[in-house]
């Protein structure tokens, strides 16, 4: 990838420049919990957004994206936000670092990625978390500390693109440690490593390569559904709820309302028993919580879809220890703990089963931690 973009940026401004890398995340267990308050656990991955960049000295940010063969141009102030969609991920990086009392001058920008794009990865975090970490290095002598880069990237997903997400791919791309998971606070912001090598198991993620397309704002539309509950329950968010309380007030809200409720409340508790699981190597109870997590995502949350549903009984079927839906949901991938004498044998069976039900097989990613953003290094790429 390195070559490639190196190539490409000779080709399109001239010599080089500095590069720099962000990978995307998967999530063991804890979605859908971070926007209310509660704990999530990530990883970060060695699939990753890499961007050679070099100021121009001009005001004038020029980028080109070679997996979408495309160019764009903007200016630094709030009314020159660029038109195209994949643009306006780097304009508001570069606003918000602005709005935050720091420096961003005109660059030239050459990118492209291995995040597989829809499969729950955050391909988009990775790349606001590339920019983000390029301009603190660049113009601003590594001002901002890794957290705030997180929140910089979170601001540009609500202010710039339209979407209301929480703080955990965001951070999970800065701070991620290779071999380590991370417990995030998402209320606090506290968080704290945890070693993460299996002995005897591998974690694979099974991507249905399917999206499907929806017509309204789903995700937006759960996190005002738990909102709603919260202020109905008189707490600052669903972190503060326990299922009791949930009852209490069951027959006062909507049958949806409570679903949502429902499954967060559950949720926030199984990412606490996973953490003390894995401290005591107990990864069938992980493996019990991860399907549990996938019912609830299922059943409660509603953002699964057929064909993830699907991969998750054949891994049932075949002994996965665990395995459950991951990210947002409506497609992408399932995240699977599977014990090492069986993992040949279910990745075989899961292709041969979902090839014949819905006429392609799934792609595999076996899941290497990785660090987090960084400036590129002579051996990767």
């Not at 955990?168 to 090598?197: I, T, V, W």
């Not at 953002?303 to 665990?322: I, M, P, Q, W, Y």
Request: net charge negative; proline share 2%; charged share 30%.
């Amino acid at each position: 990838m390195k070559s490639k973009i190196n190539k490409a940026f000779v080709e399109h401004f001239g010599g080089e420049g500095t590069l720099f890398v962000a990978p995307g995340r998967f999530n063991l267990i804890g979605e859908h919990t971070d926007y209310n308050g509660g704990f999530v656990f990530p990883g970060a991955i060695d699939k990753a957004i890499m961007a050679e960049i070099r100021p121009n000295g001009t005001d004038r940010v020029k980028l080109y994206s070679i997996d979408l063969d495309a160019s764009a141009e903007f200016g630094l102030n709030e009314e020159d936000a660029p038109k195209e969609q994949w643009a306006r991920y780097v304009f508001g990086v570069c606003r918000e670092i602005i709005k935050r009392g720091g420096k961003v001058e005109g660059f030239d920008a050459v990118f492209s990625g291995n995040v597989p794009l829809g499969a729950g990865l955050s391909s988009s975090a990775a790349l606001e978390s590339c920019f983000a970490f390029a301009l603190n290095d660049l113009f601003n002598d590594n001002k901002f500390d890794r957290m705030e880069l997180a929140r910089i990237g979170q601001s540009t997903e609500h202010n710039y693109c339209g979407v209301n997400c929480g703080i955990m791919d965001q951070f999970a791309s800065c701070h991620g440690k290779k071999d380590n998971l991370m417990r995030l606070d998402c209320r606090s912001g506290e968080f704290e490593y945890f070693p993460f090598k299996l002995d005897g198991y591998k974690l694979v993620l099974v991507d249905s390569r399917v999206k499907h397309e929806l017509v309204d704002s789903p995700y937006n539309k759960r996190r005002e559904s738990c909102e709603r509950v919260a202020r109905h329950l008189g707490v600052e968010t669903l972190r503060d709820a326990d299922m009791a309380m949930l009852e209490a007030v069951k027959g006062e809200l909507s049958h949806e309302d409570y679903m949502r409720a429902k499954y967060v409340i559950e949720e926030k508790q199984r990412v606490l028993d996973v953490c003390d699981a894995l401290l005591k190597g107990d990864y069938d109870t992980v493996g019990r919580c991860m399907y549990a997590t996938h019912d609830g995502l299922s059943k409660d949350y509603e953002v699964s879809c057929e064909e993830l549903d699907f991969l998750n009984d054949v891994a049932r079927e075949c002994g996965v220890t665990g395995s459950r839906i991951m990210g947002g949901g409506f497609g992408g991938c399932t995240v699977n703990l599977v014990k090492d004498d069986l993992y040949d044998n279910f990745i075989a069976t899961v292709k041969a089963r979902f090839n014949e039900k819905y006429g392609h097989e799934p792609q595999i990613y076996p899941v290497i931690v990785s660090d987090g953003a960084r400036r590129c290094c002579s051996c990767e790429g």
